[in-house]
T-cell receptor
């Protein structure tokens, strides 16, 4: 069974600095997808970034980038130039095709990030 | 385009009461999901529906039932609520198919069972 581990329950970073959130996963699959979701105090789950396992190039979205190490099964999120609005819970998620042609996601337990002014 | 909507946003039940959480999406997505979120445990899959007319159990299905009423709507029913079902419930949907795997979430329902 697949598992997703986020070993940092809480982190803090000064505004404008860079922070890296860790995520490791365990799977025997070769083709899968990885995601980072952000959940601000509003509770809404917002997609931050996605990575296809077959792509070697790391995904980037503006200030957000990932370090995807397939062999090590590691998928960390780097937030550059941190802003107060980045304060949120961040979830790492693993996805693969399931039976009946749908997708099954497995989420980590989350990292609570606080950006300090 | 409202995306994924859930009703109600908040609910308080007494032990043994029943209720149905409603979810609808207007993105013409094929697959829909119900999760529960508890502190320190992330999101856990309760049930999912790959397409209209099909439903499957997820990681924590006990105490719940679901109905995929049509392509837009996917409801979650608690027949006899228990305090252990106090949680935040999220509905999500995906298009399905190549490059359309991203899940879109509703705003959540906070349920308290006394």
């Amino acid at each position: 069974a697949q598992t997703v581990t986020q070993s940092q329950p809480e982190m803090s970073v000064q505004e404008a600095e860079t922070v890296t959130l860790s995520c490791t996963y365990d799977t025997s699959e070769s083709n899968y997808y990885l995601f980072w979701y952000k959940q601000p105090p509003s509770r809404q789950m917002i997609l931050v970034i996605r990575q296809e396992a077959y792509k070697q190039q790391n995904a980037t979205e503006n200030r957000f980038s990932v370090n995807f190490q397939k062999a090590a099964k590691s998928f960390s999120l780097k937030i550059s130039d941190s802003q107060l609005g980045d304060t949120a819970m961040y979830f790492c998620a693993f996805m693969k095709h399931s039976v009946r042609g749908t997708y099954k996601y497995i989420f980590g337990t989350g990292t609570r990030l606080k950006v300090l002014a | 385009n409202a995306g994924v909507t859930q009703t109600p946003k908040f609910q308080v039940l007494k032990t043994g009461q029943s209720m149905t959480l409603q979810c609808a999406q207007d993105m013409n997505h094929n697959s829909m999901y119900w999760y529960r979120q508890d502190p320190g445990m992330g999101l856990r899959l309760i049930y999912y529906s790959a397409s209209e007319g099909t439903t499957d159990k997820g990681e924590v299905p006990n105490g719940y039932n679901v109905s995929r009423l049509n392509k837009r709507e996917f409801s979650l029913r608690l027949e006899s609520a228990a305090p252990s079902q106090t949680s935040v419930y999220f509905c999500a949907s995906t298009q399905g198919g190549e490059n359309t795997d991203t899940q879109y979430f509703g705003p959540g329902t906070r349920l308290t069972v006394l």
